[in-house]
């Protein structure tokens, strides 16, 4: 399955850490706009204990905020983690968007996409579901779109 997340451009290597950070509904053309700058401008200055972080950020259609962490150089620490959490909660404010809602997955079938409960997921094990788990930005690049018959959350239900 050909992927634009196979696209992303980045100087990071693959082994870089990810967050993935998942909305509750698709962005519109403008708060992707003010999203990408809002992270640009928080990534250069994210460090940990002083040290900036070689980071990079991705916003991904429809609904996905994406940052990445090159810790061959240095670890993001506790302290640099929290910080992202906070910025993005505070994005989420600003546009009233919830990025923080593990209840509700986007699913994808034949390029439709929609939001499903986690409960409900055993009624769409045809469908895709975008792994909001991956670690690495390798493992993104290759396993951001998985078959939901795949998925561990199938298991938690």
Known sequence: MQLIYNMIQTALPDTSRVWVYQSNRFFSK????????????????????GTNLTADVFVVEPSFIVLAVNE?????????????????????????IDFFNR?????????????????????????????TLVQTLGDFKKSFLIPVSSSPLLQLN
């Open 30 to 49: 403008e708060e992707k706009s003010v999203i990408e700058n809002q992270l640009s401008e928080f990534i250069k200055g994210w460090n940990n204990h």
């Open 72 to 96: 061959a150089d240095i670890n993001a620490s506790g302290c640099s983690i929290d910080s992202s959490v906070r910025f993005v909660k505070q994005i989420g404010q600003e546009l009233k």
């Open 103 to 131: 209840l509700k997955l986007l699913v994808e079938k034949e390029g439709e996409q929609k939001y499903v409960s986690i409960h409900s997921l055993a009624e769409v094990q045809d469908w895709n579901i975008y792994n």
